[in-house]
Nanobody, 118 residues
């Protein structure tokens, strides 16, 4: 059974930092794109960052320069380091992964709340 289990998140003051983790199990994701998305209350979900199987990364303009996505192949885990957090970063964050060499996301984590106080 393929699972993405998230950890991290929580509450932080504006300007602070948090790190999210997403541990994959059931198969290796070294040949998969892995990404982070978020959904704020009353808003549509939005793309945050992704890292491909070649370790190339992409970010939403709103988080560029503040967030960093990385992956540990040995641990089958992807991370999202979030620095200089802003109130508008408050959302439920979801990790996602695709099938082998696909840019479509098939597997999703359970979501984790990030709350930034202004």
């Amino acid at each position: 059974q393929i699972q993405l289990v998230q950890s991290g998140g929580g509450w932080v003051q504006a300007g602070g930092s948090l790190r999210l983790s997403c541990a994959a199990s059931g198969r290796t994701f070294s040949t998969s794109v892995m990404g982070w998305f978020r959904q704020a209350p009353g808003k549509d979900g939005e793309f945050v960052a992704r890292i491909s199987w070649t370790n190339s990364d992409n970010y939403a303009d709103s988080v560029k320069g503040r967030f960093t996505i990385s992956r540990d192949m040995a641990k089958n885990t992807v991370y999202l380091q979030m620095n200089s957090l802003k109130f508008e970063d408050t959302a439920v964050y979801y990790c996602a992964a695709g099938r082998t060499y696909s840019l479509d996301y098939t597997y999703w984590g359970q979501g984790t709340q990030v709350t930034v106080s202004s």
